[in-house]
């Protein structure tokens, strides 16, 4: 019984010590494809390398900001997004919370200015964000060359034909325009949303006709037990088992990434990850 004993607590120490010091930094890729109703062929495989929650901190965390780059660029995108969260912070202490964005954006600029995509950097703030201080991060963002998308969009351009990508305010330390911010897109185009918190998508229009809205914030619950799932999911419309992946909900089609990093590193079961989406046109299939 004791050598029982002993042995359980060999693997609950090894498992901690995995989940702390080897999960948060053991990077993924991921790969999906997408059906897009109204898709045109020229954007026909157009590659979008996600980014999300990557809760820099200094001083550390070089190394795992060289491999966020490298595995972005690897994916040869069209267009790199930025879903927020890039610092630590605090809801409950602002000053700690001005402190660690302070010391974390400029190294994190110097990574993030080495992304490669043909159409650029499009950004979206996230909760923690606005903890230190929105504007800030904004201006930040602008430096490193990021358009930041607060209820707006932009129109993507092929041979005459076109993509919309809109970015909305956090659900919940900002504003969710039920239209993504898109009052006037181009007649047909496909309608791709960028929102932190995947609850945006309960204020969202149906009538706004998004194809497809991509998330992070919660991590992917960054603890995934074996048939429970995820304990901690921090939003409303993500449920145990629908913390990370798609996500169902009467609205438009959401998938949430488990994002590259984490405030509290801590990960088991549930990898951070380069989310990289692959566009395709919409036949008969459904994404699953």
């Known amino acids: 019984m004791i050598f029982l004993i002993l042995g359980m607590l060999v693997l609950a120490t090894a498992l901690g010590l995995h989940a702390i ?34 809760h820099h901190r200094e ?7 060289r491999r966020i780059v490298a595995a972005s660029n690897a994916a040869n995108p069209d267009v790199v997004v930025l879903l927020g969260d890039y610092g630590i912070s605090f809801r409950r202490n602002r000053r700690l919370s001005a402190i660690a964005y302070r010391r974390a954006l400029p190294v994190l600029g110097t990574y993030l200015s080495t992304l490669q995509s043909r159409d650029g950097l499009i950004a979206v703030l996230g909760n923690h964000d606005h903890y ?27 041979e005459g034909t076109s993509l919309v990508m809109s970015g909305v305010g956090d659900a919940d330390e900002g504003q969710v ?35 497809l809205v991509v998330s992070g914030h919660t991590h992917g619950g960054q603890v995934v037990f074996p048939g429970y ?4 999911t921090r939003s409303r419309i993500c449920g145990r088992q629908t913390a ?45």
């Open 21 to 54: 010091l080897v999960a948060p930094v053991s990077l993924r890729t991921t790969v999906i494809d997408v059906p897009l109703h109204g898709l045109s062929p020229e954007f026909e495989g157009y590659v979008l390398s996600v980014l999300a929650d990557i």
């Open 59 to 65: 001083p550390g965390g070089s190394g795992h900001l």
């Open 132 to 158: 230190y201080d929105a504007d800030c991060v904004v201006e930040w963002l602008g430096g490193i060359g990021a358009r930041t998308l607060v209820n707006d969009h932009v129109v993507i351009r092929r």
């Open 177 to 211: 325009d039920p239209l993504a911010g898109v009052r006037n897109k181009p007649a047909d185009a496909p309608l791709i949303v960028l929102s932190h918190n995947p609850d945006a998508v309960l204020s969202l229009s149906a009538e706004a006709g998004i194809g």
């Open 229 to 232: 799932g995820a304990p901690i």
């Open 244 to 288: 990370s992946g798609w996500v169902p909900n009467a609205t438009a089609p959401l998938y949430v990434t488990t994002g590259a990093g984490s405030q509290i590193p801590i990960r088991f079961r549930c990898p951070p990850e380069v989310l990289i989406i692959r566009l395709r046109l919409k036949r008969d299939q459904q994404p699953a």
